[in-house]
């Protein structure tokens, strides 16, 4: 069945660094787009960066950019997310989502299981 | 960017009961437009996408309806496994953005 599994999280102080991972099984990842998107806690969901099937076309929100690196390994199934200068405000719960497409238009499914990412010092 | 405001921000009904909630979008967003499901400590689960398409295996008193500025998602009959908070989220451009939530409990 189509699974995401992100890993990486966890306790970091501000200023630091994370890497985020997220394994992908039972569909081709190759040929989707893929996304990370976050929950604060008791707050709602904030999409973060995007990178294309191929790795060529990536977005950032504002408020990471410029901090954060989206990027893939097609030949490991894998999706990143490189958190560097890390905030208060960066806490949350991160998730990876497989991209979908019809027509132009997108949405997330499946969602991964997120993986909680707390900056404090 | 696009603003996504849902209403209401909170909900209370009964099992059984038709439920509606709103999303508009700040600019026209044709119908990029998908509606997802949150239970406490779970990930969003998607229900509608394009504004009105049914997610497979999602049970069909799930229903989506709008286009342009002002969406709806309704529940026909409440079920006990429905009262969970539900998020719209427009794909007409990037950065992608998600209304704020409307927490449906029950009565």
């Known amino acids: 069945q189509v699974q995401l599994v992100e890993?990486?999280?966890g306790l970091v102080k501000p200023g630091g660094s994370l890497r985020l991972s997220c394994a992908a099984s039972g569909f081709t990842f190759s040929d989707y787009y893929m996304s990370w998107i976050r929950q604060a806690p008791?707050?709602?969901l904030e999409w973060v960066s995007y990178i294309s099937s191929s790795g060529s076309t990536i977005y950032y929100a504002d408020s990471v950019k410029g901090r954060f690196t989206i990027s893939r390994d097609n030949a490991k199934n894998s999706l990143y997310l490189q958190m560097n200068s890390l905030r208060a405000e960066d806490t949350a719960v991160y998730y990876c989502a497989r991209q979908n497409f019809q027509l132009l238009k997108g949405w997330f499914d499946p969602w991964g299981q997120g993986t909680l990412v707390t900056v404090s010092s | 960017d696009i603003q996504m405001t849902q209403s209401p921000s909170s909900l209370s009904a009964s099992v059984g009961d038709r439920v509606t909630i709103?999303?508009?979008?700040s600019q026209s967003i044709s119908s990029y437009l998908n509606w997802y499901q949150q239970i406490p400590g779970k990930a969003p689960n998607l229900l509608i996408y394009a504004a009105s398409s049914l997610q497979s295996g999602v049970p069909s008193r799930f229903s989506g309806s709008g286009s342009g500025t002002d969406f709806t998602l309704t529940i026909s009959s409440l079920q006990p496994?429905?009262?969970a908070t539900y998020y719209c989220q427009q794909s007409y451009s990037t950065p992608y953005t998600f209304g704020q939530g409307t927490k449906l409990e029950i009565k």
């Open chain 1, 42 to 44: 008791g707050k709602g």
């Open chain 2, 81 to 83: 496994e429905d009262f």
């Open chain 1, 7 to 9: 890993s990486g999280g």
């Open chain 2, 22 to 25: 709103t999303c508009r979008a």
